[in-house]
């Protein structure tokens, strides 16, 4: 792990906890702390991913959560894209970054390309 945590301003924090909560569950990634105006995401209680409520304005950021097989990206796919993700690209390998890696991208409420990625063969 290189950051402790990450804080991401989004322009409407409510349909935001709703789509980072049910994309990132597949991938045992869920609320861990809550405040008036943020929400920390993570693992076990521990917050790694901030929402912050702000102006949403930055430039879109590209985020990639590790998941542990190739199950959970395609499970994080389908939620994603039920919680109101837009396909950025569908579960499957990418050999142009190396012959294992399998991933899934989906463009979150404030245009972020949010992926999921197992560096594990099947």
Known sequence: MIFDHVSLAVSDLVRSRTFFSQALAPLDIGVAMEFPDAIGLG???QPQLWLAAGSGQSSPLHMAFAAVNRAQVD???QAAV???GTDNGAPGLRPHYHANYY???VIGPDGHNV???CHQPD
């Open 43 to 45: 693992r076990d209680g």
């Open 75 to 77: 499970a994080f796919h």
């Open 82 to 84: 039920l919680a109101g």
């Open 103 to 105: 991933a899934a991208f």
């Open 115 to 117: 992926e999921a990625v």
